[in-house]
């Protein structure tokens, strides 16, 4: 599993180079785009961003301050905007409550103690949570989400029915314990998954891992 899995990233590597991810200014830019993410693509996401970056708003305490209605109009673009403003501002109570609104603090954490407290805030996901550890804090967790486990089950890696945790095993079992590689390897299987693995008409022919 190990020589695969190296000969995937070689292969997409050599494919698409770098991808140079997470697109952000700044540490919370990435946490908020990680929220935002959920159930749309990154164009939606970067459409809101750019909302709240024109209000002045991209900055913990003021969004923290700002009323959760303001806050889903802003956010629109990114779909199921009250529910992401909700989400949002769980994240904000606890930075608060917990850190005084310090991200360097919180993010200073141990990678299990950090992953805990996250999880243990509504609206936060494994998914979520492991891409604010890797690309926020730069921690290394490898991030499982729709495109990776595609790959995984089309190239029988996983099972149809692999849990997020069994399917995060095979990387993390299987590569050396390097947050820029996990960076780099996830954002590589994004490219693939966007271009060529794609969820219906796969392009298997045209594939950089078709061999």
Not at 8 to 34: C, K, M, N
Not at 71 to 99: D, E, H, T, V
Not at 149 to 157: A, E, G, N
Request: a positive charge; aromatic letters at 12%; one cysteine or more.
């Amino acid at each position: 599993m190990k020589q695969v899995l190296t000969r995937v990233y070689s292969t997409l590597y050599r494919h698409f180079g770098p991808q140079y991810w997470w697109p952000a200014d700044s540490v919370f830019e990435i946490i908020i785009g990680a929220i935002l993410t959920q159930n749309t693509n990154w164009q939606n996401v970067e459409m809101a961003i750019s909302n709240l970056r024109k209000a002045k708003l991209l900055h913990a305490k003021k969004l923290y301050l700002l009323k959760t209605k303001k806050l889903a109009q802003l956010i629109r673009p990114s779909g199921y905007y009250n529910i992401k403003a909700k989400r949002l501002k769980c994240f904000l109570k606890f930075l608060f409550n917990n850190y005084n609104g310090s991200l360097s603090k919180m993010l200073n954490k141990d990678l299990l103690s950090l992953r805990e407290e996250l999880l243990s805030i509504k609206g936060i996901g494994e998914e979520t949570a492991d891409s604010i550890i890797l690309y926020a804090a730069k921690l290394p967790i490898f991030v499982v989400d729709a495109y990776t486990k595609r790959f995984c089950q089309r190239h029988r890696l996983t099972d149809i029915n692999a849990s997020y945790a069994e399917t995060q095993k095979v990387f993390m079992d299987n590569l050396k314990e390097d947050a820029r590689l996990f960076n780099e390897f996830h954002a590589l299987l994004v490219r693939l998954g966007k271009e060529f693995c794609l969820k219906t008409k796969p392009k298997c022919k045209e594939c950089p891992l078709k061999n």
